[in-house]
Nanobody, 129 residues
Framework: VQLQAFGGGLVQAGGSLRISCAAS????????TAWFRQAPGNEREFVAA????????YYIDSVKGRFTISRDHAKNRVYLQMNSLKPEDTAVYYC???????????????????????WGQGTQVTVSS
């Protein structure tokens, strides 16, 4: 499956942004999908994940209540709605996917970069103070 992340940009602190991950090549609805982010000088960090069936989601504590991950099976897309953005949310955001049969829905698994086989190219999100 090929992934393409887009929709990033520059936003002021407190603002909102929705980034998207478009998939092609396979039945995307079979894939558990996650968003990771990487700020300069930092390791890639898990942000949120959504189960392939769309019924379960998981977030890191720092974005709970502010970010929402969702998916549209008909459009082969996964979204990350980001509200109340903070300067520390500034990073390149990557979408990643793994076939539902190949990834277990446990936090220690879905939060690990090595659990995902497919990655998009990243989209820059910059939050100004």
């Amino acid at each position: 499956v090929q992934l393409q992340a887009f929709g990033g940009g520059l936003v002021q602190a407190g603002g909102s942004l929705r980034i998207s991950c478009a998939a092609s090549g396979r039945t995307f609805s079979d894939y558990t999908t996650a968003w990771f982010r990487q700020a300069p000088g930092n390791e890639r960090e898990f942000v949120a994940a959504i189960h392939w069936d769309g019924r379960s989601t998981y977030y890191i504590d720092s974005v709970k209540g502010r970010f929402t991950i969702s998916r549209d099976h008909a459009k082969n897309r996964v979204y990350l709605q980001m509200n109340s953005l903070k300067p520390e949310d500034t990073a390149v955001y990557y979408c990643a996917a793994a076939h539902g049969a190949a990834i277990s829905w446990f936090a220690r698994v879905i939060m690990t970069t090595g659990s995902y086989d497919y990655w998009g190219q990243g989209t820059q999100v910059t939050v100004s103070s």
